[in-house]
């Protein structure tokens, strides 16, 4: 499957700019599913910039 990196950077929400998986999502999800979190675009903005990207902090945001 040939990636859409260019597609993807419009939209990708994460702050952390020397990111090396930023555009590339199947390396980002990859990634921190590993690491037992979600990708920063699962969050909002605000969420996101906390680097809390835990199953926990989410939960514990959408059950605000």
């Given at each position: ?37 979600l ?15 835990s ?10």
């Amino acid at each position: 499957m040939e990636c859409k990196k260019d597609q993807n950077l419009e939209n990708c929400s994460c702050s952390y700019d020397p990111c090396p998986r930023k555009g590339n999502c199947c390396d980002c999800l990859a990634y921190h599913l590993r690491k037992r979190e979600l990708p920063g675009c699962c969050f909002s903005r605000e969420a996101e910039r906390t680097y809390d990207r835990s199953f926990e902090h989410f939960a514990r945001l959408v059950m605000k």
